[in-house]
């Protein structure tokens, strides 16, 4: 299994993204999915995520009013609306599947690249 990550770019602070999160080959929502975030000289952490079963999801406290993940059946993705964008979102954004829905990374199976979000003037 595969997914690739989309839709990364240079934002103003209160600006607005949408990413992608895209699988070929097999129905990503068969899978729990989640979105990661990386900045520079810090850990891996859980932004949001989204099961595979009853569409329950989870948001970090950080992103909760901002963001929101949902999953496009038509289009075989989950994505990533991110509103109110701050400097501090800054960071490389993963997306991961797996077999069930957590917040922690190793808990997840298939891994993207990676896509960069950059908040600055």
């Known amino acids: 299994a595969q997914v690739v990550e989309s839709g990364g770019a240079l934002v103003q602070p209160g600006g607005s993204l949408r990413l992608s999160c895209a699988a070929s080959?097999?129905?990503?929502?068969?899978?729990?999915a989640g979105w990661f975030r990386q900045a520079p000289g810090k850990e891996r952490e859980g932004v949001l995520c989204?099961?595979?079963?009853?569409?329950?999801?989870y948001y970090a406290d950080a992103v909760k009013g901002r963001f929101t993940i949902s999953r496009d059946y038509t289009k075989n993705t989950v994505d990533l609306q991110m509103n109110s964008l701050k400097p501090e979102d800054t960071a490389e954004y993963y997306c991961?599947?797996?077999?069930?829905?957590?917040?922690?990374?190793?808990?997840?199976?298939?891994w993207g690249q990676g896509t960069q979000v950059t908040v600055s003037l």
């Open positions: 989204i099961s595979s079963s009853d569409g329950s999801t």
């Open positions: 080959g097999y129905p990503l929502d068969t899978y729990a």
């Open positions: 991961a599947a797996g077999y069930s829905m957590a917040v922690l990374p190793a808990d997840y199976n298939f």
